[in-house]
């Protein structure tokens, strides 16, 4: 007997799968070390290896997932018996499936109504072995004593009149072929026969059956189905309206409950339960009568268990797992200048924060300002590169695009112009990120994704730049489309105004009309009543249009909060019209009480709230207007940007078909190495060279950038 075993152990072939994996692992940090030694050389890619914590974050990772297979194939020990046993009664379900059963009395018919009360009853038995016959003339075993409930089920539903050869009612038949066929190996005491009939006996052996019963120890429960006073009508097989009948007669049954209660009298332990022609819950009926009778044991073994473990195997995986999202992929940086590496896109972004924060603050100062002093003496493609890099840590994306840009414009030689274009991809990205101006992120985004596509037409294997290129473009589209709605709107908010402007001009033209005739027919000496009620008409109608200008400057606020900020302007030419409102209907309640002196000043009143609200308008358009100039002004200074070369409009043809990833989390550029060492470098050089003119033989020496 094995004391360990797993219970899945078709799982365990997962294993070779993290077998894959952990090569994967290892040829990615191989391929990552090679890299950093193409770019910085040995010592560089050395002092990266120690300060990146890839082998034991992949190492972790590999052990946690071989805890998580092992804990998928369900490892067990503790081997120990465990005893199954099962205990229940034998129970056989007779069931009259003669003619008189289709009888309607019950709804569908007495046979579909006792089978929908056997099947309620056997869900309920779940450790009883049952049977079932069912008799009319002639009996016939239609499931032996089992266990397997669903085949009982699959027989119940067959059950019907033509599953006996003969046509009649023989219970006693039926009795004697229960006890002798189906209870013959059953123990004495624990054997039950439920039997649902309509009682219409017209067979023999009663009596044997009887005696059977009562010799052998069986208890009979009889349930009575049907109308015992009116009876029912027999339907014919397949027909709707069609009914039995005998030389010429509708034939009818009726429950013979008398009978089936003297056969329960008859036996020691029977019962009968008229159902007659409502319902009955056999499961508990039944469950009543047997709460007191023993139980016969059915089965009695034993089996060998395992206790199941897999929990700690999957617990100490868990832990490994957050011990490993935990690890940062690189140590943070310490006081002291630390020599980063120049090939960018393989840290990922970390806070300055914290003493250590603040000490990389300090260090990265430091560093900035020898490289300044660096570029002062000699200006190097190396030195403006590493200075953008420190900007670019810094987070002053702009003075970074400089350097960058000033680095390409001193041809730098491939590996680095390469690193710098990313770089600068990068820088683009991030001044987009911060740019509140639509059409100055998207100019900038439109540079970052060109920069993206001439790296990836180089080496379409950089997921780093593929990532971040399906990133920009997604902001592109996105800025693109605000743009979009943002030019629809104001649009939409011209038309507005210029229609609104149009609008008061009618109602000022009106207006000064409608005074004038005020004015007149104030001179007269009496007054024509339908001159009167023709101002007031106008008038009203000036009101009504009024309030009609009024009700668009809601839209116009809503366009305005959405194009530019002028909410004050927006609510001086609403206080205007309004204002214009209430002279009007001053106006139109002075002329409908006669007092034309009072009538001409409201109208003259609400001509000059008119000339505000136009006004109002006009500053308000004029303001958009300086708000549409300045943003226009306000463009980025080109100089700053690398120029274009040859190949941009080939590679703004470029597309790549990369998933998306969360520019966010894409590693930052990082510094290539010192200020002193550079120009110290540089004089070797310098040194050889002047060497190699006045004929002295030198050792070849290699830039290593």
Known sequence: MNAFVFNAPHMLWLLPAVGGFAVLEYWRGKRLKQYMRTFCGDEGADRWWQESRMPSRGMLLILALILIIVALARPAWNPHPKRLYREGRDIVFL?????SMLADDVFPNRLERAKNVIAECVDSLKTDRIGL????????????????????????????????????????????KTCEKLFSDSPRGYRDIIMISDGEDHGEKLKEAVDTINRNGIRLIIIGIGDDKNGARIKEPGAEDAYLTYRGQVVTTRLRSDKLRDIARRCRQGVYIP????????????????RFNTRQLLSDRSIIVYDEKYQLFLGTA???????????????????????LLFPGLLSVEGITGDAGKNELNTLKRLKRQYIQAIHETNRAELHYNLGNVCYRLGTYREALTHYSAAMRLRPDHHLAWCIRYNLANTFYRLAESEQMLEE????????IENYRKILRERRDFTDAAWNHELAMLNYVATAKKIEERERKTSELKKLQALIKERIEQLMALQEKNLKLTDKLNTEKVVDPARRMEL???????????????????RLQHLLTTVVDAEASVAGLRDALNTASTHEKQAIAALNDRILNEA???????????????????????????????????????????EETDDDSQARNDSSNILKMNLLNHNIPVLQESPKDILERDKKIQKMRADSRSGKKKKSTGKNW
């Open 133 to 176: 016959v069912a008799f009319a003339g002639a009996s016939a075993i239609q499931c032996p004593l089992t266990l397997d409930h669903d085949f009982f089920h699959f027989m119940l539903a067959k059950v019907g009149p033509d599953s006996v050869d003969q046509e009649g009612t023989r219970i006693g038949e039926a009795l004697l």
């Open 536 to 554: 007031v008409e106008n008038e009203q109608a000036i009101l009504r249009n009024t309030g009609k200008v009024a009700e668009r400057t809601d």
């Open 441 to 448: 992120k998207l100019r900038l985004l439109a540079k970052a």
């Open 275 to 290: 159902m007659g022609t409502g319902n009955i819950h056999l499961d508990t009926v039944y469950a009543q009568i047997r």
């Open 600 to 642: 001409s000043r409201c109208e003259s009143n609400a001509l000059e709230a008119l000339r505000n609200a136009l006004q109002n308008l006009t500053s308000l358009t004029q303001e958009q207007q300086n708000e549409e100039n300045t943003a226009t002004s306000e463009q980025f200074d080109d100089s700053q940007e690398q």
């Open 95 to 99: 069931l009259d499936v003669s003619r």
């Open 318 to 340: 868990l832990l490994i797992l957050s011990w490993w999202l935990l690890i940062p992929p690189r140590k943070r940086l310490a006081t002291g200048i630390t020599v980063l």
